[in-house]
């Protein structure tokens, strides 16, 4: 680790200003960029720390319904909070799958989906071919140990998966990452598209730029029957091997629409719209649903060793939907 | 009074979780500097320069060290056999690397940030040379040239016929079973305080025996032991991980030499994971031959384990195929595969650890298909005397283990293999555990003061499994005392000789040479007492002869003396350093683990629900702590079961994953509250006097091989290849 700067905002101002300076990194819960400087991932000059940033905390009702949830607010009280947990199950489910309690406490809802790749590659304390450590080097895991890499949108330049379980589930609400930035107005980031997928840049984690920070997340109507299920090895503390993210609309039996994004399966939360859409006037339980979801994962593609996450992530996705029904 | 076999609470936990324990990374002295190691990036070829200018500009950085700077070691080296020293090769005493994460330098800084930061910024140049994967290295048998490991036990092994014995037998099973490497990751890694004071050297290190360091560092620098001091007051784990002499240890008590300073190094987990050996990744051949009632005609074992280029460390894994079963004919062969890797060691739990996986998984698949229940397949096989040998036990409950055991799990009423609880799959499987019991030369001193406290005194080292609480109990008993009463004094070569906590012999040698000492003072007493010693009893500071009572401070009183001090030891036949039980008397550790697992074939789940292990592992001195040590043994195979696995990198020739980040071990989650221990009344008088054996190996044995037949009793598939991970459950 090289020696670096430190600088605490007071402001939100404060903090786009200090974070549109270059060679900065940003400083929430710490529980990610302490890998980063520790692993040699990043070796910013500055740190900035907005963790006690005024203003980007909490959980509020947004008028009409919907939920707005400030950048800052920790997991577990983003999990724990009542409108999180009636209204949004598989985010509040998702969150709680997370890390472990003491990491939860301290993680904040909106660094957790910036975490990057959990790719042993990635994350090796000597450089290993990776082009998202060293672009241009690479990628040892195409043909090495992939066993929990991707089976969606990955290229010969990068096979790794993004681990997030909040941002799967948040993919599955279609919610919205609100950015601001000094230089230029804030923007609204679907979140279905927030993370790069390799065929984009292989280079690349999320589409937010140098100096942009998250101030909040927002989430449009209400999701009660909506469910999160994490598959990994051992029963916590663990990145998924596969999750799924479901939210269902119903109308009686027939399902009226089904969201679905699965976690750790591609560079970005997945979305099976093939699915979605094929599911969509499907009576609950019939033989039509195994069908329709499978029609998702049509466009799924097994690495050298892990052809078994296909089969996994769609048992996984029925599953969920069974949980989801029974929620409420 | 009674107080060994007291469920006592451990002496030292207080200390423990206020933080007061001192373990070596805590150890600090004036002037010290800290190291930080520079690992190879290369599994192969030649440091042909190295560029440390950068590095010498970091503020607060001192030295950086290459292997020009290093001493060269003196010859008495050569005389300390492998072990106790892990490896003959060390590092920096030339520019060859033969495997990555090898140290070519050393950053000594003033602080441990700039050292880190320096080593970072450190350029090696290197000659690469083509390297061998280990484990697709071809399987050759050990070389006794290359090390001694491969003269810990007999390399082959053979008993009558068993090739024609299979042959002819009308029941056969083979198979193959492996595992992978893994890493002991005790919670604390490797760390060491070295300072010279002149020609002699003390070393603060995080060891599982303190007199092993000690012979060794005196030997590489070529001084008598009486100039080398370790001190160890508390280890955080060990496994085996630090059983042995490591290079970083030798390398640190090099650079304070060079420095003139305290030197103190702490690896990092990365660092733990490239310079201190795993359990070596290996394979089992197995081939059994039964008779229609079950009983085995003939069984061969053929195991390769992967080694490093320099040393030949032989797993002998084949050891439970001629010691677990009755059986005439038996072959058993071990051989090793070379690449350019770590050197693996000794982990819980060596040999029996990886041999009972492979062996309890063959019994299971063999009574399969004879059609017997697998508890009775292993009763009509029962090894009334050792098969190997011949010769009779040092003493085996093992049917009592087998009864107890499946009466508390309710073995032969147990659910249906595949019974259903919503989308979990219900199985349960059996096997037995056991573990050969090594014994070691040991000495202790007990004091004993006029007030009545006593104190014991032996360098042993206490790893975390409750010696210093048991040793308190021993001399407590001896001498009438409430062990509160009883300070104990371990960690530090200045006190008498003791035996290493490894080989799960340190409570029968150690605790041993503590009731001989404690048992000799009492005798000193009673005799200042007039007395003779066997007329009298100790309770509550007296020392009582029929109606005749004094307290132990009348009797000092009226010697003239403060205090009284003898010592005791526990003494091998021969004068040997260490055995594996008395001639003519081979001892084992005995028992059987039931577990019941859930699986979700759907998701490729794999949850245990619950286990029984029952033991006939000799006196236990303390039920609590070595019911804890029994538990911590079975979660310690159910990671090895469900989870547990260190990747090397054939392309890459490295560990993939150096952290606990990118290698799963249990969690308290995964650990249900269900596991049940349970010990049968046992005396073993010919393994040692206290009646004792080991146990803190014997948990951790059969766990992977019960819970691989549980998913087949649960699902009908048969797991071969550990760790018993989603890919091999999922459902086609």
Known sequence: MQDFSYARATSRAEALALAAEGDTAILAGGTELLNWLRIGIAAPGRVVDISRTPGMDGVEALPGGGARIGALTRLNDAAQHPLIQHSYPVLSQAILKSASAQLRNLATIGGNPLQRVRCPYFRAEEPTPCNKRAPGSGCAALHGFNEKHAIFGWTEDCVAVQPSDPAAALAALDAVYVTERRDADGRRIPARSFHVLPSEDPTAHTVLEPGELIVSIEIAEPATRSAYLKLRERESYEYATVSAAVVLDLDGEVIRRARIALGSVAMRPWRLDEAERRLQGQRLGGPEVEAAVDAGFAEARPLSSNAYKIRLARNAVLRTLNLATRAS | ?732
């Open chain 2, 1 to 732: 009074m009674k107080t060994s076999g007291d469920p006592i609470t451990r002496l030292d936990g207080p200390a423990k979780t206020t933080g007061a324990a001192r373990y070596a990374g805590d150890q600090a002295l004036p002037g010290q500097l800290h190291a930080v190691l520079v690992p190879s990036t290369i599994p192969a070829g030649r440091v042909t320069g190295i560029d440390a200018r950068a590095a010498l500009a970091t503020p607060g950085v001192v030295r950086v060290l290459t292997a020009s700077d290093m001493t060269r070691v003196h010859p008495d080296l050569d005389k300390i056999t492998c072990p106790p020293l892990a490896t003959r090769f060390l590092p920096m005493q030339g520019d060859q690397v033969l495997y990555e994460g090898q140290p070519v330098a050393i950053v000594l800084a003033e602080r441990l940030e700039p050292a880190e930061a320096a080593a970072a910024a450190i350029r090696v140049c290197y000659q690469r040379d083509a390297f061998t994967p280990p484990e697709t290295a071809p399987a050759e048998p050990p070389d006794p040239a290359k090390g001694d490991y491969s003269k810990s036990s007999a390399v082959t092994f053979q008993k009558g016929d068993a090739a024609a014995a299979i042959a002819a037998a009308p029941v056969r099973l083979a198979a193959r079973y492996t595992q992978p490497s893994r890493h002991a990751n005790p919670m604390e890694p490797s760390a060491i305080l070295a300072a010279w004071e002149g020609d002699r050297l003390t070393v603060y290190d995080a060891v599982q025996h303190l007199p092993a360091v000690q012979g060794a560092l005196a030997a590489v620098f070529g001084l008598g032991a009486d100039k080398v001091r370790v001190v160890s007051p508390h280890t955080g784990g060990g496994f085996g991980a630090k059983a042995f002499i490591w290079p970083h240890e030798i390398l640190t008590a090099m650079a304070a030499r060079v420095v003139g300073r305290p030197v103190k190094l702490a690896l990092s987990r990365q660092h733990m994971h490239a310079m201190v050996g795993p359990q070596p990744q290996m394979t089992h051949d197995l081939e059994l031959g039964a008779r229609p009632d079950g009983r085995l005609a003939g069984l061969t074992h053929a195991t390769a384990n992967i080694t490093s280029v320099t040393d030949d460390y032989v797993e002998f894994g084949a050891i439970p195929s001629r010691a677990f079963y009755a059986c005439d004919n038996i072959t058993t062969d071990h051989r090793v595969r070379r690449g350019h890797v770590t050197l693996p060691t000794f982990m819980r739990s060596p040999w029996d650890g990886p041999g009972s996986w492979a062996l309890g998984s063959a019994m299971d698949e063999l009574a399969r298909r004879l059609g017997v229940d697998p508890l009775d397949l292993r009763l009509a096989n029962h090894a009334d005397t050792d098969p190997e040998s011949g010769q009779p036990w040092s003493s085996k409950k093992l049917r009592e283990a087998y009864e107890e055991g499946a009466r508390r799990f309710g073995w032969r009423e147990r659910p249906r293999g595949g019974t259903r609880d919503g989308h979990w799959r219900i199985g349960c499987g059996m096997a037995d555990c056991s573990q050969g019991q090594a014994r070691f030369h040991s000495t202790a001193r007990v004091r004993l003061a006029a007030e009545g406290a006593a104190v014991v005194e032996s360098s042993f080292c206490d790893i975390g499994t409750g010696p210093a609480t048991v040793f308190a109990q021993v001399a407590a008993e001896a001498l009438g005392l409430d062990p509160r009463q009883v300070t104990v004094r371990s960690g530090d070569t200045d006190l008498p000789y003791s035996g290493p906590t490894y080989g799960s012999g340190t409570t029968l040698s150690t605790g041993a040479a503590v009731q001989r000492a404690a048992e000799r003072v009492r005798g000193r007493l009673a005799a200042l007492a007039g007395w003779a010693p066997e007329e009298t009893t100790m309770r509550e500071g007296r020392i009582t002869r029929a109606n005749e009572s004094r307290t132990i401070q009348e009797v000092l009183g009226a010697a003239g003396l403060p205090e009284l001090s003898s010592d005791g030891a526990f003494d091998l036949p021969g004068g040997a350093p260490v055995d594996m039980g008395e001639a003519g008397a081979p001892a084992r550790t005995f028992g059987a683990i039931f577990v019941e697992v859930g699986v979700d074939p759907e998701l490729g789940l794999l949850r245990l629900r619950r286990a029984v292990g029952a033991y006939s592992a000799g006196r236990i001195l303390n039920p609590r702590t070595a019911r804890s040590q029994m538990i911590g043994g079975i979660i310690w195979g159910w990671g090895m079961a469900a989870m547990e696995a260190s990747h090397y990198e054939p392309k890459l020739g490295r560990w993939l994953s150096k952290d606990l980040a990118g290698v799963a071990i249990p969690v308290n989650a995964d650990i249900p509250p269900e596991i049940e221990v349970a010990f049968v009344e046992e005396f073993d008088a010919r393994s040692g006097p206290l009646g004792a054996k080991g146990i803190g190996e014997l948990g951790a044995t059969g766990v992977a091989a019960a819970v691989a037949n549980a998913v087949y009793d649960a699902i009908g598939i048969r797991v071969r290849d550990l760790p018993i991970t989603p890919d091999k459950l999922l459902a086609a």
